[in-house]
């Protein structure tokens, strides 16, 4: 039997991790990404104040970690989406569905009682490395 493999993955095009974690690994034919919020990569500040501008900023900052692992939207198997409140789930949707046009991916999405930062949002990924 081989040995499993393990890369990490960072860009300085998505928001760095704010805790003892990597934006994303690559395992197995897969890259697994960590939660991601609305911040912006060079700030650090939260961006946007509602879900629409939020969820449009997260999926941006996911998109460039999948893009520095090899991968990218269009490669998402699973997400698991974190919504504060579940009463957004509907203006979530829009924006989400926009990035995912196509063969959507599977999805899980809970309402939390809090995110990091105090956001609005959290979206975490499962996708298939390039071949």
């Given at each position: 039997?081989?040995?499993?493999?393990?890369?990490?993955?960072?860009?300085?095009?998505?928001?760095?991790?704010?805790?003892?974690?990597?934006?994303?690994?690559?395992?197995?034919?897969?890259?697994?990404?960590?939660?991601?919020?609305?911040?912006?990569?060079?700030?650090g500040e939260i961006v946007g104040e509602n879900i629409t501008e939020q969820t449009e900023r997260v999926l941006a900052n996911l998109k460039a970690v999948l893009?520095?692992?090899?991968?990218?939207?269009?490669?998402?198997?699973?997400?698991?989406?974190?919504?504060?409140?579940?009463?957004?789930?509907?203006?979530?949707?829009?924006?989400?569905?926009?990035?995912?046009?196509?063969?959507?991916?599977?999805?899980?999405?809970?309402?939390?009682?809090?995110?990091?930062?105090?956001?609005?949002?959290?979206?975490?990924?499962?996708?298939?490395?390039?071949?």
């Amino acid at each position: 039997m081989g040995t499993a493999v393990k890369t990490t993955v960072a860009t300085d095009k998505a928001p760095a991790a704010i805790g003892p974690y990597s934006q994303a690994i690559k395992a197995g034919g897969f890259v697994f990404t960590s939660g991601v919020i609305p911040l912006d990569p060079a700030s650090g500040e939260i961006v946007g104040e509602n879900i629409t501008e939020q969820t449009e900023r997260v999926l941006a900052n996911l998109k460039a970690v999948l893009e520095a692992a090899g991968s990218g939207l269009d490669k998402v198997v699973k997400t698991t989406c974190f919504l504060q409140n579940l009463g957004d789930f509907a203006a979530f949707n829009e924006v989400y569905a926009s990035a995912f046009t196509s063969d959507p991916p599977a999805r899980s999405t809970v309402q939390v009682a809090k995110l990091p930062r105090e956001v609005l949002v959290e979206v975490e990924a499962v996708a298939l490395l390039s071949e």
